[in-house]
């Protein structure tokens, strides 16, 4: 695949890595594969925007090669430490030593606790520009959006917003364009890198997308660092996000569960049945055997949540809990939730989920439903109604 140019005299240099399919150690499942967006700006002066992960260092550079002389760069930004966006900063250095890496403070001192470079470094915050003759990159340090490191470029001519690993996705295709790709497939990727990437910083995310509204920068593309580059609506994956961050989300409920001889699952049926008799539509998940980057992309998309697990000493099955675990930690906003399981004797699983939905954030609009060893026909009633109910609830929660 040759360099791609994505506006005059800005080139696409990145690198698709087709066969990934774990980011981020283990913890993020990627499906589709993703891409490492460098992009190349040549003008009097010549920059180039993040570089690719290790590994397809090579693949960058023949690609950089085929516009320029890359001994001729005379910047390399880097708008976030991390390794996917950094690992080939070294080689490029090698090649164009003279080379000016610019970033944030935080910056600096990540890429020097990764790489023990003698770097020549400049320091960039919030405002501060570089002039590269017909263009100039302006900077916007976004902390925490995802790393204490991460900037924004943008270069005012083309109205081009360079965010690194904000409103990216992990899709590898041989296309470069929203409008190229399926739009299904493209937001389904979009909201599951960010409900496992952004979604615990979703205040963050409101407020530098209200602070760039602010410093009225026109934006007509936003090139990420991962995925492809949104061109034909921007706005519509800036909306996207303002969306999952508020918590905004269909009617949809999620029903998370595990069993070890079937009752819980019973259960789950049933309110799943119950949910559906009200024209709500509903996901049923059952833990071990499914994928959990997406069933917290499932989650962001949902209203309302139904957690069940039988009890197992005293306590939850042992793939509830780091479901649970990890819905302490994302704190999804504006969902409701309610517990339920079957036990056989002193019970004690849901009373630890409830108290795992509520440390989340979440409100309990049910208390939890138990039944004994194996429901009956009355007590498979009572899950029928109590899916019923909550559906009833979703559809009167804002
Ligand atoms: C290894 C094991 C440990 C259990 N520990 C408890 C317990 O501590 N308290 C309790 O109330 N039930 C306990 N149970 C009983 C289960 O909760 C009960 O069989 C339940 O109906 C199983 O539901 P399931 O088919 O959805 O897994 C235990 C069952 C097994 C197999
Ligand atoms: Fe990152
Ligand atoms: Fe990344």
Redesign the pocket.
Known sequence: MPPIEVLENIFWVGAVDWNVRHFHGFTYSTHRGTTYNAYLIVDEKTALIDSVYGPFAEEMIVRISEIIDPSKIDYVVANHVETDHSGAIQEILKLAPQAKVIGTARCKEGLQKHYFGNWDFQVVKTGDEINLGERRLKFIETPMLHWPDSMFTYIEKDALLLPNDAFGQHLATSKRFDDEVDEKILMDEAAKYYANILWLFSSLVIRKIEEIQKLGLKISMIAPSHGIIWRGNPMKIVEAYLRWARGEAGRKILVVY??????????AKAMVEGITSEGVETVLVRLPVSDRGDIIKELLEAKGILV????????V?PDVAPFLEEMKGLRPRNKIAAAF?????????VKIIEESLEKAGMELVAPALT????PDKDEMQKCFEFGKKFAKKVTKTK
């Open positions: 595990d069993t070890m001889y079937g009752s819980t699952e019973k259960m069940g697990s039988s009890t197992i000493n005293s306590g099955l399981g079957s036990y056989g004797w002193g019970g004690g699983a039944v004994k060893w194996v």
